[in-house]
């Protein structure tokens, strides 16, 4: 069986960074004809599971040795933290909770082969930092969230501070 061959092209560098200075950052790749951006909410395949891993980029990079990598702060559907859901107001059914705080399940690094496509998330808190949503856009949305689940605390929370996982105005 032939293996498929995906398209692939960076996009807009941002910078050289690591130990060693052997990484460069980038703002952008194309892959598969599709075009992600930093801050893009995406799907990760999940092995041997049928629903897919939902994050956020926060940085895309490629090491000196051509390996390509995606940091991703991840989104929790309801049933993934149904544990820490007692005593909250029930989440809507297409309703994401976005990780925050510090620990363990914030973020991580994936290889950018894991991205599996792009995903519509709306953001309706009414935090005055948030643009409001069109009625438009949340009839398009795949998922909303305005809520977080703060991974240290393992609590959900309404409010953030200006910073999640490092990075301004999420």
Known sequence: MEEEILQFNWGKKRGIGGKKKDVQFYDSFTYDG??????????????????????????????????????????????EIRNFLEGIESPCDNELFLACGEGAGLANVNPLEAVAGKC??????????????????????????????DVGSRKIVDKVDDKIAGIDGM
């Open 34 to 79: 599709v075009e992600y951006k930093l801050f893009d909410n995406v799907f990760l395949h999940k092995d041997d599971e049928s629903d897919p891993y939902i994050g956020k980029l926060i940085k895309i990079w490629e090491h000196r040795d051509s390996s390509k990598k995606v940091k991703v702060q991840w989104f929790f559907r309801p049933r």
């Open 120 to 149: 519509n998330i709306v953001c309706t808190s009414k935090d005055t930092r948030n643009r409001q949503p069109s009625d438009e856009e949340l009839k398009m949305a795949e998922f909303v969230f305005y809520r977080f689940f």
